[in-house]
T-cell receptor
Framework: EDKVVQSPLSLVVHEGDTVTLNCSYE??????LLWYKQEKKAPTFLFML????IEKKSGRLSSILDKKELFSILNITATQTGDSAIYLC??????????????FGKGTHLIIQP | EPEVTQTPSHQVTQMGQEVILRCVPI?????FYWYRQILGQKVEFLVS????????KSEIFDDQFSVERPDGSNFTLKIRSTKLEDSAMYFC???????????FGPGTRLTVT
């Protein structure tokens, strides 16, 4: 059974701090790992990672994948109160059918205090 | 920016009733998905759909559930006879044939009483 484990489950930091969120996975026929930000409702897409060692960056957010050690990290620098959310990690396995469902972790609940 | 839309935002129904949740995927996407999230729990995959047929489904997606693309824009999830444990947020997602990034709609909160 595919498994995604995120840590920590919750994190409280002060505005301006840098945070690192972790995601480890076990999946048969790995295709990709995705990061989402969930505020009130829908998960909002952040990154999709398929290759090891290549950092993806968007503003203050960055992410990298290690396919040998089966984990990914999401970094947020100079955090702002608007970064407060649940950050979800999900993996996609190749099923051969083309449209593959994602397996999600429980998420990291990040709270940024002013 | 194109987005996935879902209606209604909140549906309250009585146990045993049928419900249909509606989604309009992003227009050039060809893969469609339904997920659910029970309050306080993980997002769980239900089903994926491509080329007018189910591509993959999870154990949750039993005979009570069905999906349909009744026209060129809508994608629906039907629950035939709702149970209390079907109460959850249901998310629709879509992706294209190239990047496979799945984009989620705002969700429908289903409450079964």
């Amino acid at each position: 059974e595919d498994k995604v484990v995120q840590s920590p489950l919750s994190l409280v930091v002060h505005e301006g701090d840098t945070v690192t969120l972790n995601c480890s996975y076990e999946v048969t026929n790995f295709r990709s790992l995705l990061w989402y930000k969930q505020e009130k409702k829908a998960p909002t897409f952040l990154f999709m990672l398929t290759s090891s060692g290549i950092e993806k960056k968007s503003g203050r957010l960055s992410s990298i994948l290690d396919k040998k050690e089966l984990f990914s990290i999401l970094n947020i620098t100079a955090t702002q109160t608007g970064d407060s959310a649940i950050y979800l990690c999900a993996v996609e396995a190749l099923s051969g059918g083309g449209a593959d469902g994602l397996t999600f972790g429980k998420g990291t609940h990040l709270i940024i205090q002013p | 920016e194109p987005e996935v839309t879902q209606t209604p935002s909140h549906q309250v129904t009585q146990m045993g009733q049928e419900v249909i949740l509606r989604c309009v995927p992003i227009s050039n996407h060809l893969y469609f998905y339904w997920y659910r999230q029970i309050l306080g729990q993980k997002v769980e995959f239900l089903v994926s759909f491509y080329n007018n047929e189910i591509s993959e489904k999870s154990e949750i997606f039993d005979d009570q559930f069905s999906v349909e693309r009744p026209d060129g824009s809508n994608f629906t999830l039907k629950i035939r006879s709702t149970k209390l444990e079907d109460s959850a947020m249901y998310f629709c997602a879509s992706s294209d044939l190239i990047a496979y990034e799945q984009y989620f709609g705002p969700g429908t909160r289903l409450t079964v009483t």
